[in-house]
T-cell receptor, first 108, second 116 residues
Framework: LAKTTQPISMDSYEGQEVNITCSHN???????ITWYQQFPSQGPRFIIQ???TKVTNEVASLFIPADRKSSTLSLPRVSLSDTAVYYC?????????FGKGTMLLVSP | SAVISQKPSRDICQRGTSLTIQCQVDSQVTMMFWYRQQPGQSLTLIATANQGSEATYESGFVIDKFPISRPNLTFSTLTVSNMSPEDSSIYLC?????????????FGDGTRLSIL
């Protein structure tokens, strides 16, 4: 089973770039890496997904090294509304395993 | 992405009773899942709801306690049976168009359940 490890919390200021790293040492060949954002009283919301190398969309980038044992979610120029919990998920033939999540607090 | 509607959004129940949570999707989806999330905690997968067959349960979850139905590709129910205060939690439905993890999940906003 692919277990994920993330920092419990991170602090940042508006306008800064934030990088959140997730470790998944036992990731399987068929597993994908997906990141979600969750606000209080809401379900998680999909941010970005990747298998290897780098993926970028309009809100974030995802960096995955060649060994795929970790991944880094990069949020450019965060705002107050980015304050949320961010989850890393390893998903594939192995069990769907959510990490404990990283609470990101963005301050003015 | 698919729009997921969960009902009820919250409920307060007496111990020993059962509650059925509904998950309705606005389009046909391949996969439907049910999760539990304790306040301030991460998500734990309860089961995968299989269309036309018995759900696939994760370790620690059993059909007698959490019966699941999925009669078609847009609807599923989760029943929490014989509830106790330990079942107080948020229950979330998610859907995906993929079967190998190469499609992201999309979540409903959950059902907040409190057991007295």
């Amino acid at each position: 089973l692919a277990k994920t490890t993330q920092p419990i919390s991170m602090d940042s200021y508006e306008g800064q770039e934030v990088n959140i790293t997730c470790s998944h040492n036992n990731i399987a060949t068929n597993d994908y890496i997906t990141w979600y954002q969750q606000f209080p009283s809401q379900g998680p919301r999909f941010i970005i997904q990747g298998y290897k190398t780098k993926v970028t969309n309009e809100v974030a980038s995802l960096f995955i090294p060649a060994d795929r044992k970790s991944s880094t979610l990069s949020l450019p120029r965060v705002s107050l509304s980015d304050t949320a919990v961010y989850y890393c998920l390893v998903d594939g033939y192995s069990t769907l395993t959510f990490g404990k999540g990283t609470m990101l607090l963005v301050s003015p | 992405s698919a729009v997921i509607s969960q009902k009820p959004s919250r409920d307060i129940c007496q111990r020993g009773t059962s509650l059925t949570i509904q998950c309705q999707v606005d389009s046909q989806v391949t996969m439907m899942f049910w999760y539990r999330q304790q306040p301030g905690q991460s998500l734990t997968l309860i089961a995968t709801a299989n269309q036309g067959s018995e759900a696939t349960y994760e370790s620690g979850f059993v059909i007698d306690k959490f019966p699941i139905s999925r009669p078609n590709l847009t609807f599923s129910t989760l029943t929490v049976s014989n509830m106790s205060p330990e079942d107080s939690s948020i229950y979330l439905c998610s859907v995906s168009q993929g079967i190998l993890g190469n499609q992201p999940q999309h979540f409903g906003d959950g059902t907040r359940l409190s057991i007295l």
